[in-house]
């Protein structure tokens, strides 16, 4: 198993751990080095708490397997093929969590999700004093050829992640730990944003 893959999978199953894979919910993948668009993208309708490496299909930009295998790849695939062409993102990692879908509730009639006043802005790689970010949101299109638009279209090269109304967040990076560190750091602020409001 190559490192990249073995670390998708140990991402797998930690975000698994945290209860962010709800009901066979969200999906995972990795960009192969190359001018060629290919990805390892997980398998469509399973638990992704127990992805393993053979969980992980081959695929192209058309969806197309390019190693032989009967199973379906995620249905939201196209949203990564979208957001890698968008961006220099090597891994993409896409949850549904109680804390992105009541922040995208909260905020649904500004459009986006303001964080600021927080550490773990850092983390999403504002080092800024008074770092101030938006997240971008877009709604949750059953047409997934117009979810996948969408969401490249509003994503921010400043801001390593899209919200999906009433349904997730899609999260990129450079590499797989650096997705991983801007999830988690997506989700505390979420949740800290939450219980902000609640108490101001
Ligand atoms: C059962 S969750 C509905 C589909 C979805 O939003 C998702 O993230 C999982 O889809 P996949 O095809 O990747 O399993
Ligand atoms: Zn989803």
Known sequence: MSLTVKELVEVAHRLGAYGYFPATSGNLSIREPGDTLRMRVSVSGIDKARLSEADLLFVDENLM???KDAR??????????HL???SDA??????HTLSNNLIAQRYEARGSVPLF???????LGHWEDDARIEV?????????NKLATA?????NPEVPGVIVKQHGIYVVGRSVAETLRHLEAFEFLFALALKRDVHS
């Open 136 to 144: 971008p949101m877009v709604e949750n299109y059953s047409d997934l």
């Open 117 to 123: 006043g927080n550490e773990l802005l850092k983390a």
């Open 65 to 67: 397997p390019y190693e």
């Open 84 to 86: 890698y062409q968008q």
């Open 90 to 95: 090597m891994c993409i990692l896409h949850v």
């Open 72 to 81: 379906k790849p995620s249905a939201e695939a196209i949203v990564h093929v």
């Open 151 to 155: 969401v490249a279209a509003a994503y």
